[in-house]
């Protein structure tokens, strides 16, 4: 019997809920899919140029798209699940108006000062 399950919280841990009739029984659990830890992730691949960094922020849960904000690099980073856009601050600016629904409702992993900011300026 090969059942498939998304884990849940139980207490402080996780577990797998299963039929009562399997009650008693030995089973063995294999992760299929690990969820990411994506502010980890995401700082891990900025952290050579996190000093050029000035704020970054979830645009998009799925696909899952990142962006951020530097002073002068533009780059954009194609990983497993996810893309990071990395940005210039001058050019996040200039196409405001195209990306500002976007940023209204990213979920910030760096500097929410900066995304306040953005989101308060006016169409250029």
């Known amino acids: 019997?090969?059942?498939?399950?998304?884990?849940?919280k139980v207490g402080?841990?996780?577990?797998?809920?299963?039929?009562?009739?399997?009650?008693g029984s030995e089973?063995?659990?294999?992760?299929?899919?690990q969820p990411i830890n994506l502010k980890k992730e995401v700082l891990?691949?900025?952290?050579?140029?996190?000093?050029?960094?000035q704020g970054v922020y979830v645009i998009n849960q799925k696909p899952i798209e990142v962006?951020?904000?530097?002073r002068d690099i533009k780059k954009?980073?194609?990983?497993d699940k996810f893309k990071l856009s990395i940005v210039p601050l001058a050019l996040v600016?200039?196409?405001?108006?195209?990306?500002?629904?976007?940023?209204?409702?990213?979920?910030?992993?760096?500097?929410?000062e900066l995304l306040i900011k953005l989101l308060g300026e006016k169409k250029l």
């Open 12 to 23: 402080n841990s996780a577990g797998v809920i299963l039929p009562k009739k399997l009650l």
């Open 76 to 79: 954009i980073i194609n990983e």
């Open 93 to 112: 600016r200039k196409d405001l108006s195209k990306i500002k629904p976007r940023l209204e409702k990213a979920e910030v992993i760096l500097n929410k």
């Open 67 to 70: 962006l951020a904000v530097s």
């Open 44 to 53: 891990k691949l900025l952290e050579e140029i996190l000093e050029n960094i």
């Open 1 to 8: 019997m090969e059942l498939y399950r998304k884990t849940v």
């Open 27 to 33: 089973v063995k659990v294999t992760v299929i899919n």
